[in-house]
Structures are given as C-alpha cells and as structure tokens.
C-alpha cells in the first residue's frame, strides 16, 4: 500500500495568514493526488484533484502543486471558514488511502 | 445539484450485520463507481470499498475484505454496504462518495452526509 504523510499534523494561523501543507507518498504517484477539507461534524469537502486542479467553485485561494511523491496545499489569505482539518489522498493505486490530516486552527 | 444521502447505520453487537444504503441523484448513476469511506471516532479518513458502474468489479480494503460486501442499484440509483462480523473497530461514520469522473481511479468530487456505524454490547 502507498503511505502518506503530512506535515505538520497541525499548525496555528492568524486571519490573513498564508499557510501551506506538505503531503508525502511513499512512492511515485505521478500526480494522482487529492486534497480535501473536514470541518468538525461535517462531511469532508473536497478542493483539489490531479495535484493542483481546483474543484468546481473551490475559491482561487487553495492552489496545490508537486508531483511524484511531494505535494503542497497553499492557502492564501486565511479566512474563518477555511479553519478545519486537511486531507491528501493518493489515487493512482489501490487501496487508495489518505494522510493522517493536518489541523488548521486559530492562532 | 449531485447529492448522496446515507442511511443505516445503527448500533450493533459485535459479530452482528448491518446493510448501509447511499441514495444518488443529479447525475448519471450507471457512468459512476462508487466508493464507502469510513471515518473511525477521532481519527483520519479511511477508503473501505468501490463498487464499477456497472456493479460486476468491487474493490475491497483488506480489513474488511471477506466481512463486507459492496453492490449497486442502478434502476434505483443507489449502492449498498452489507456488513457481516461487524468488530468494534468498524465503529465510525461511513461516507459514500462520488468520483469527479467516470472509471475507477478517480478522486472524489460529491460526499454524502455520513451514517454511523456503532459496534459495542
């Protein structure tokens, strides 16, 4: 099974902050790779698919970038909604499987 | 509007059964796999099965392979999770979820709400 990783596991951000998200595979996924947002008691909320194509009314201030086993989340300009729990997961192989999370939270 | 709403869930004793349903509308449910993703209390997302569009290829994890069971309704839009031997570690909300396109090896672009799914005596 492909393993991932994210760093940090957590991180604390002030409204207008930029942030960004690493998320590691334990091998090459090209640039099949994912990224999503959980807020707590919510259903996740999906914002990027191939790396750094943005989903359907997804705000231009996520971006992803990377490819083969390195990838980041940039969040521009932090607002109160974008604080909760972010996901990566890799689909090039199955099992597909998800990084632990990160937890964006206010400084 | 796609939307995907769960039922099902419940409380269970282990060793015990319990079939999820995900209703689909808003979209060509037969082009689509559809996927169950769980979620265990407090913890991280977790892919469970994947079911083809037209039901005959499953996937399965292997923690639950050979316990669940994934199928699809395509006259009634809707995908199913049967779950025998139910432990206490399949406690969790489970997801079903929509790929952004059609085939297997896509990432998900709809969620449902969730169920949850309790093991405990």
């Known amino acids: 099974d492909i393993q991932m990783t994210q760093s940090p596991s957590s991180l604390s951000a002030s409204v207008g902050d930029r942030i960004t998200i690493t998320c590691r595979a334990s091998q090459g996924i090209i640039d099949y790779l994912a990224w999503y947002q959980q807020k707590p008691g919510k259903a996740p909320k999906s914002l990027l698919f191939a790396a750094s194509d943005l989903h359907s009314g997804v705000p231009s201030k996520f971006s992803g970038s990377g490819s083969g086993t390195e990838f980041t989340l940039t969040i521009t300009n932090l607002q109160p909604e974008d604080f909760g729990t972010y996901y990566c997961q890799q689909y090039k192989t199955l099992p597909f499987t998800f990084g632990p999370g990160t937890t964006v939270d206010l400084k | 509007e796609v939307q995907l709403l769960e039922s099902g869930g419940g409380l269970v004793q282990p060793g015990g059964s319990l079939t999820l349903s995900c209703a689909a509308s808003g979209f060509t449910f037969y082009n689509f796999a559809m996927t169950w993703v769980r979620q265990g209390p407090g913890e991280g997302l977790q892919w469970v099965s994947t079911v083809s569009g037209g039901g005959d290829t499953t996937f399965y994890a292997d923690s639950v392979r050979g316990r669940f069971t994934v199928s699809r309704d395509n006259s009634m839009n809707t995908v199913y999770l049967q779950m025998n031997s139910l432990r206490a570690d399949d406690t969790g909300i489970y997801y079903c979820?929509?790929?952004?396109?059609?085939?297997?090896?896509?990432?998900?672009?709809?969620w449902g709400q969730g169920t949850l799914v309790s093991v405990s005596s």
């Open positions: 979820a929509k790929p952004y396109a059609s085939g297997t090896y896509y990432s998900f672009n709809h």
